[in-house]
Nanobody, 122 residues
Framework: VQLQASGGGLVQAGGSLTLSCTAS????????TGWFRQAPGKGREFVGV????????YNEDSVKGRFTISRDNAKNTVYLQMTNLKPEDTAVYFC????????????????WGRGTLVTVSS
């Protein structure tokens, strides 16, 4: 599975962006796909995940009620819709896929896309 994240950019606080994670490979629909982010000088942080059966989990502390994950298997794409963005959401956002393991753990994901930068200005 090869992944490509896109959709990042510069947005003002309170604005919205939708990131896309597009995959190659016919079996993508059978993978769990997570979103992670990495702010400058910090480690990679779990944002949310959508399972192959569309079960969804979020980092409730940081994105609760503001971010929504969805998938379109026909397009081999997983989306991260971000609303009410805050300056602290500024980071490089990565998508990653796996088919077993702890969905919250970076180490459980074997497939990673190149990140896309989201910058939120105050």
């Amino acid at each position: 599975v090869q992944l490509q994240a896109s959709g990042g950019g510069l947005v003002q606080a309170g604005g919205s962006l939708t990131l896309s994670c597009t995959a190659s490979g016919r079996s993508f629909r059978h993978y769990t796909t997570g979103w992670f982010r990495q702010a400058p000088g910090k480690g990679r942080e779990f944002v949310g995940v959508i399972g192959w059966s569309s079960g969804i989990k979020y980092n409730e502390d940081s994105v609760k009620g503001r971010f929504t994950i969805s998938r379109d298997n026909a397009k081999n794409t997983v989306y991260l819709q971000m609303t009410n963005l805050k300056p602290e959401d500024t980071a490089v956002y990565f998508c990653a896929s796996q088919n077993n393991g702890d969905v919250y753990s970076v180490g459980s994901y074997g497939y990673w896309g190149r990140g896309t930068l989201v910058t939120v200005s105050s």
